[in-house]
Antibody, heavy 118, light 107 residues
Framework: QVQLQESGPGLVKPSETLSLTCTVS????????WSWIRQPPGKGLEWIGY???????DYNPSLKSRVTISVDTSKNQFSLKLNSVTAADTAVYYC????????????WGRGTLVTVSS | DIQMTQSPSSVSASVGDRVTISCRAS??????LAWYQQKPGKAPKLLVY???SLQSGVPSRFSGSGSGTDFTLTISSLQPEDFATYYC?????????FGGGTKVEIK
C-alpha cells in the first residue's frame, strides 16, 4: 500500500530555511494532490499548502510569503521549504494525501518534529 | 478563511458512554466536513468524510451528522481505544482549516 515518509533536519536555526522531503512509496505520485500540514506541540493542525503532481500549488495565506512546495516526479517525492523561520514554526510536520477528488486526508506520513532554536 | 470551532475542548467519559462532539463553521460549508482521530505521537486518522460517510475500516460506533454550519461526531459506546483527540476539518474552500480539537479523556 502507499506510504509517506517525511525526512529532513530536526533542528533549524532562527532566520534560516526549514527544508523537508516527503517520499511516496508503494505507489505513484502522479495524478494526485499532495499536502503539508503542521502541528505545534500541544496544539491543533494547520494546513500549509498543496502541490499537484504537475507542479501547480496553493498555499495558506498566513504562510504564503515564506513557503515553497515543489515536486520531483522522477524520485516520487515532494518537498517543503519554509524560510525565515522563528520559534513559532516549531512543529510536527506531516505530509498527507487527500482522497482523489476531494480534500479529506486519508493518507498521512508519521510526521517529523522540527525545532527552531539557536 | 472559514473558522472551525469545536466544543467542548475536552470531555471526560467512561467506557460504554455515548459521546457527542460539536463543530461549527463560521460560514456554510454544505457537507464538506471531515472528522479525524489523533492519538499521542501519531498522525491523525480519517474517521468520517462528507459529514456523514464512514471511512473504510472505521467502527460503526462512530457516526457524523450535520450540514451547513453545524456538525456532530457521535461515538455511540465509547471503547478504551477511543480515548484520543478529535478534530474537524472543512473541505469546502481554501484555505483548508481545522477545528481546535476535542480531547476525550477517561473519567
Amino acid at each position: 500500500q502507499v506510504q509517506l515518509q517525511e525526512s529532513g533536519p530536526g533542528l533549524v536555526k532562527p532566520s534560516e530555511t526549514l527544508s523537508l522531503t516527503c517520499t511516496v512509496s508503494g505507489g505513484s505520485i502522479s495524478n494526485y494532490f499532495w499536502s503539508w500540514i503542521r502541528q505545534p506541540p500541544g496544539k491543533g493542525l494547520e494546513w500549509i499548502g498543496y502541490i499537484y503532481y504537475t507542479g501547480s500549488t496553493d498555499y495558506n495565506p498566513s504562510l504564503k510569503s515564506r513557503v515553497t512546495i515543489s515536486v520531483d516526479t522522477s524520485k516520487n517525492q515532494f518537498s517543503l521549504k519554509l524560510n525565515s523561520v522563528t520559534a513559532a514554526d516549531t512543529a510536527v510536520y506531516y505530509c498527507a494525501r487527500p482522497n482523489w477528488g476531494n480534500w479529506y486526508f486519508d493518507l498521512w506520513g508519521r510526521g517529523t518534529l522540527v525545532t527552531v532554536s539557536s | 478563511d472559514i473558522q472551525m470551532t469545536q466544543s467542548p475542548s475536552s470531555v471526560s467519559a467512561s467506557v460504554g458512554d455515548r459521546v457527542t462532539i460539536s463543530c461549527r463553521a463560521s460560514q456554510g460549508i454544505s457537507s464538506y466536513l471531515a472528522w479525524y482521530q489523533q492519538k499521542p505521537g501519531k498522525a491523525p486518522k480519517l474517521l468520517v468524510y462528507a459529514a456523514s460517510s464512514l471511512q473504510s475500516g472505521v467502527p460503526s460506533r462512530f457516526s457524523g451528522s450535520g450540514s451547513g454550519t453545524d456538525f456532530t461526531l457521535t461515538i455511540s459506546s465509547l471503547q478504551p481505544e477511543d480515548f484520543a483527540t478529535y478534530y474537524c476539518q472543512q473541505a469546502n474552500s481554501f484555505t483548508l482549516t481545522f477545528g481546535g480539537g476535542t480531547k476525550v479523556e477517561i473519567k
